[in-house]
C-alpha cells in the first residue's frame, strides 16, 4: 500500500512514547473537500488534547523516586528484602507521576527541536512543502524517531496502545527500581555479592521464567503485538510474524545472545548479567539465598520466634536470689494467712504447659485469638510446629555449648525484668547468649540488648554468639552497647 499525503486525522508514533497522536497543521490555506488539513513540514507540534507522552521522562522519574526512597530505607537499616521491595514500588510510583510530566513536556513543548525527514516536493502550500505517511520526524532530545501509525483510525485505537505502553513502561521502572534497592543493600551492609555458582545462576533464570517474572514477559510479548500492529509492521493475521513480535519481545535473551555471538552486542544486552548476581545476606555461607526478615519481625508469627520459642517469657519466670530461686509468695488476707480468693483456701501453683504438647499448642492458638490473628488454624498449626522444631534445635545447641564451655541456662534480675541467659557463669561476670538463626533489629531484640546493656554498666562481659550473623543495624546496637560477639559456630 503506497504512501498518501498526511492530514491532521493520521495517527504518528513516537519510538520514545507511549501514546500515538494527531499531529496540528498551523496552515489555513488548503484543505481537502472533507475540510481535513494537510500537514506540512512547519508542523512538528502535537494537537492540544493529546500528545506522545515521554517514556524516558517516565523511567528518569522512576530511577529518581528509587533512588531517595531506597535511601531513606536503608539509613534505618532494612534488610535486602525490604529495600528491593521499595525500590520496587518507588520505581513504578515515580514511572507513573512521571507519565503527567512527560505528557506536558513532550507534543507541544518539545516540537521546536523536531525535524521532518522525506516530503512531498511537488506540492508546496504557502511554500512549505506538505508531507506523506512515509514522512518521519527526528526529536533530538532523546533521539526518538516518529512514524505513521497506518492502524491506529480513532482516540480508542490510541488510548489502547497508550495503556499497554503506560503499564510496560511502570513495569520497567520497578524492576529499575527493584535494582536500586539492591545497590543500596550493597552498600549499606544489607547484603553482600558472591562469586556465582550453577545454582545461583539457574535460580535466577528459574525465577526469571516463573511467577511475576513469566507474567512480565507476556505482558511485553502481548503489548510488543499490539504496537506492531498499530505501527503495520506485522499483519495481526499471519501466525509466523505475530509469534515473532511475541517471542522476541517476551525473550530478549535469544536476541542478546545471537548479537553477542556475531560480534555486534548492544547497551541492553549487558542486562544477561543479571543472571550472575549472587545475592547473600552478611554472615551466610557463600550461595546461601538470603532469607532475612524485614525490621520488626513477622508480626502474624503465632509464637515466639527462633530459639526462644521454647523458653518461658522472661518476664514470667522466677526471679534469683542468692544464686538460687526465690519462693514467690502467696497473696495474704487481713489475717496475715494465705488465701485463694474466693475460696480462703491456699492457692495452688500453675502449672506450665511444656512448649510442643497439645496443651501448649491449643493454649497459643487461643492466645493467638485474642491478640486479634489473621491467619487460619491451618496456616498457624504449620508455624507453630515450625517454630518447635526450630526451638528443640536451638536448646540442644546451647546445651552444646554449655558442655564445652561451661556455664549453666539461668535467669537474672535487671532493671528492665528478668534476663534469661544460655551460657551463664556468675564467677567470672559472663554471659552468653547463643544466636542460631540470622539475627534483625527487631522489637524484642531492642528490649534484650537494653537488658544486656544493664548487665554491662554492672561488670558483667555480654557476648552473642551469632552463628548465622546479623543485620548491620543489629551489630551497630550491639557496639553501641558495649557488648561483644562473635560471627560463625565456635564449636563443632
Known amino acids: 500500500m503506497g504512501n498518501k499525503i498526511a492530514t491532521e486525522e493520521d495517527y504518528w508514533m513516537c519510538s520514545g512514547g507511549i501514546m500515538p497522536a494527531q499531529m496540528q497543521s498551523i496552515q489555513r490555506i488548503a484543505e481537502q473537500k472533507d475540510s481535513k488539513k494537510y500537514l506540512i513540514k512547519n508542523d512538528t507540534a502535537t494537537a492540544s488534547m493529546g500528545d506522545f507522552v515521554c517514556k524516558w521522562i517516565m523511567l528518569i522519574m522512576a530511577l529518581i523516586a528509587a533512588v531517595v526512597a531506597v535511601l531513606i530505607v536503608a539509613t ?27 505528557g506536558l513536556v513532550c507534543g507541544q513543548k518539545a516540537a521546536i527541536a523536531r525535524t ?91 525465577g526469571s521464567i516463573t511467577g511475576w517474572g513469566m507474567a512480565a514477559r507476556l505482558y511485553f510479548g502481548a503489548n510488543a503485538v499490539s504496537n506492531q500492529q498499530a505501527l503495520g509492521q506485522i499483519d495481526i493475521n499471519n501466525v509466523a510474524e505475530r509469534d515473532a513480535a511475541f517471542g522476541n519481545a517476551a525473550f530478549p535473551e535469544y536476541g542478546s545472545v545471537k548479537r553477542i555471538a556475531s560480534g555486534s552486542p548492544e547497551p541492553m544486552d549487558a542486562m544477561l548479567l543479571l543472571y550472575f548476581l549472587n545475592l547473600r545476606v552478611p554472615g551466610a555461607k557463600p550461595g546461601t539465598p538470603p532469607k532475612e526478615e524485614p525490621a520488626g519481625g513477622n508480626k502474624e508469627e503465632p509464637v515466639a520466634t527462633k530459639e526462644e520459642q521454647a523458653k518461658p517469657k522472661e518476664e514470667e519466670v522466677t526471679p534469683v536470689k542468692n544464686g538460687k530461686p526465690a519462693k514467690e509468695a502467696p497473696a495474704k488476707g487481713k489475717n496475715s494467712k494465705a488465701y485463694e480468693k474466693g475460696t480462703g483456701t491456699k492457692p495452688k501453683p500453675k502449672e506450665k504447659l511444656k512448649a510442643g504438647t497439645p496443651e501448649h499448642k491449643q493454649a497459643r492458638w487461643e492466645a493467638y485469638q485474642k491478640r486479634g490473628g489473621k491467619w487460619d488454624y491451618e496456616r498457624w498449626s ?22 564445652q564451655l561451661g556455664g549453666k541456662s539461668e535467669t537474672v534480675k535487671t532493671p528492665y525484668t528478668n534476663r534469661q541467659i544460655d551460657i551463664h557463669k556468675p564467677n567470672e561476670m559472663y554471659a552468653g547468649q547463643l544466636k542460631t538463626g540470622k539475627m534483625s533489629l527487631n522489637e524484642q531484640a531492642k528490649i534484650d540488648i537494653q537488658k544486656d546493656a544493664a548487665m554491662v554498666k554492672q561488670g558483667y562481659t555480654v557476648e552473642y554468639i551469632l552463628e548465622k550473623g546479623a543485620s548491620k543495624p543489629f551489630l551497630e546496637a550491639l557496639k553501641a552497647n558495649g557488648i561483644d560477639y562473635k560471627i560463625g559456630p565456635q564449636i563443632p
Open 382 to 403: 504449620k508455624q507453630y510446629d515450625t517454630n518447635m522444631q526450630n526451638a528443640s534445635y536451638g536448646l540442644s545447641r546451647e546445651q552444646a555449648y554449655r558442655d
Open 76 to 102: 534505618g537499616g532494612a534488610a535486602l528484602g525490604v529495600l528491593v521491595a521499595v525500590g520496587a514500588a518507588a520505581g513504578a510510583a515515580g514511572a507513573a507521576f512521571g507519565s503527567v510530566i512527560g
Open 116 to 206: 521532518w525527514l522525506g516530503d512531498k516536493s511537488n506540492l508546496l502550500i504557502g511554500g512549505q512543502k506538505t508531507l506523506t505517511t512515509g514522512s518521519t520526524m527526528e526529536c533530538p532530545v532523546f533521539g526518538s524517531k516518529i512514524v505513521h501509525a497506518p492502524n491506529v483510525k480513532t482516540w480508542w485505537d490510541a488510548l489502547r496502545v497508550g495503556i499497554g505502553n503506560f503499564g510496560e513502561t511502570v513495569i520497567l521502572g520497578a524492576l529499575g527500581g527493584a535494582l536500586i534497592g539492591i545497590g543500596g543493600a550493597l552498600l549499606s551492609g544489607a547484603a553482600a555479592l558472591s562469586l556465582p555458582t550453577l545454582a545461583s545462576v539457574g535460580t535466577n533464570i528459574l
